[in-house]
Structure formats: structure tokens, C-alpha cells
């Protein structure tokens, strides 16, 4: 199984700054990699797909790069709304595993 | 627009066999080529994916609960179920259901997801 890595666990950011969150896989997973928002209470709501591919909705502040094992999420300018919990998940090997998470919060 | 929904008991025993329902409107199981999927997540903690199944009946499972979860679908209600038997404090959850984006691929990003249910094993 593959696992994945999400660093840090917590983020402190001020409204408007930059949030850089990171995924590392423990091997490749070529570009088959997802990035998910979570609220408190809510579903998960898909991001990014195909490690850079917005879903439909999702503002252009949100941006995802890397291939093989090393992912990054940037959140280019933070608005209130995107104070979160963010998953990855790998879709390259069964079964798919997610990140234990990156929780970013107000600073 | 597609949606799902859980539905199923909020609290079980331990032993007893945790049975849930998904229930698909917006579009059909059995017309779409598209697997779907069990998803869960214990409290304060990270995600885990079951299973899978295609509208045909092909399962996939994750090794670390396939002794105890059968995942099966039903196309005349729109619906596809879980069932996880022999549960413990640790299947305490909430248990998403969703559905694979990729075409016939049962390894794919999920989207959309239902809302989740809690499900609590006490005794």
C-alpha cells in the first residue's frame, strides 16, 4: 500500500497570503493524484485532479503541481472561505490512499 | 446534478454487521459506465477508501477490511450498499459514499460525494 505523507499537519496563514501545502508519496504515483477540501461537517469536495487539473468551480487560486512522489497544493491569495482541512489521494495503485491531511487555519 | 445519500442504523454492537445504502439521483447506476465507491473516516482522523463497484457487480476491495465488507449494487433502485461484518469501536466512522470520476476505472478521483453517515459502535 502507498503511503501518503502530508506536510505540514497545521498551516497559519493570514487572509490573503500564500499557502504552499505539500503530499509526498512513498513511490511513484505518476500524476494520478487528487486534492480535496473538507469543512467541518461537510463531504470532502474534489479540487484538483491529475495532480494539476482544476475540477469544475474551483477558483484559479487554487493550483497543484509535481509528478512521481512529490506534490504541492498552493492556495495562491487565502480567502475566509478557504480556512480547511486538505487531502490528497493517490489513484495510481489499488487500493487508493489518502494523506492524513493538512489542516490550514487562520493566523 | 448528480447526488448520493447514505442512509442505514447510527449505532451498532459490537459483532453486529453495519449495513448501509447509497442511494443515486441525478442519473442512472446501470446507464453510466462509472465505478462507485465506500469511503470512511473515523472521528478527528483521515480518510479510507472500502470499496469499489461497477454498475455490473465488479468489486474491488481494500485488503485491509476485505474478509469482512461485501459491497454490492442494485440497479433497479438506483442504489449500491455496504455491509462490513463482526464491527469493533474502531469501525466507529462516518461512512461517505461517492463515485469514481474515471470511465470504467475503479482506481479514480471521487466525485461527487454523498454527506456521510455517522456510524458509532458501542456497546
Known amino acids: 500500500e502507498i503511503v501518503m505523507t502530508q506536510s505540514p499537519a497545521t498551516l497559519s496563514v493570514s487572509p490573503g497570503e500564500r499557502a504552499t501545502l505539500s503530499c509526498r508519496a512513498s513511490q511513484s504515483v505518476s500524476s494520478n493524484l487528487a486534492w480535496y477540501q473538507q469543512k467541518p461537517g461537510q463531504a470532502p469536495r474534489l479540487l484538483i485532479y491529475?495532480?494539476?487539473t482544476r475540477a469544475t468551480g474551483i477558483p484559479a487560486r487554487f493550483s497543484g503541481s509535481g509528478s512521481g512522489a512529490e506534490f504541492t497544493l498552493t492556495i495562491s491569495s487565502l480567502q475566509s472561505e478557504d480556512f480547511a482541512v486538505y487531502y490528497c489521494q493517490q489513484y495510481n495503485n489499488w487500493p487508493g490512499t489518502f494523506g492524513q491531511g493538512t489542516k490550514v487555519e487562520i493566523k | 446534478q448528480l447526488q448520493l445519500q447514505e442512509s442505514g442504523p447510527g449505532l451498532l454492537k459490537p459483532s453486529e454487521t453495519l449495513s448501509l445504502t447509497c442511494t443515486v439521483s441525478g442519473g442512472s447506476i446501470s446507464s453510466s459506465s462509472y465505478y462507485w465507491g465506500w469511503i470512511r473516516q473515523p472521528p478527528g482522523k483521515g480518510l479510507e477508501w472500502i470499496a469499489s463497484?461497477?454498475?455490473?457487480?465488479?468489486?474491488y476491495y481494500n485488503p485491509s477490511l476485505k474478509s469482512r465488507v461485501v459491497i454490492s449494487v442494485d440497479t433497479s433502485k438506483n442504489q449500491f450498499s455496504l455491509k462490513l461484518s463482526s464491527v469493533t469501536a474502531a469501525d466507529t466512522a462516518v461512512y461517505y459514499c461517492?463515485?469514481?470520476?474515471?470511465?470504467?476505472?475503479?482506481?479514480?478521483?471521487?466525485?461527487?460525494w454523498g454527506q456521510g453517515t455517522l456510524v458509532t459502535v458501542s456497546s
Open positions: 491529475g495532480a494539476s
Open positions: 463497484i461497477y454498475y455490473s457487480g465488479i468489486t
Open positions: 461517492a463515485r469514481l470520476v474515471n470511465l470504467n476505472d475503479p482506481l479514480s478521483w471521487f466525485d461527487p
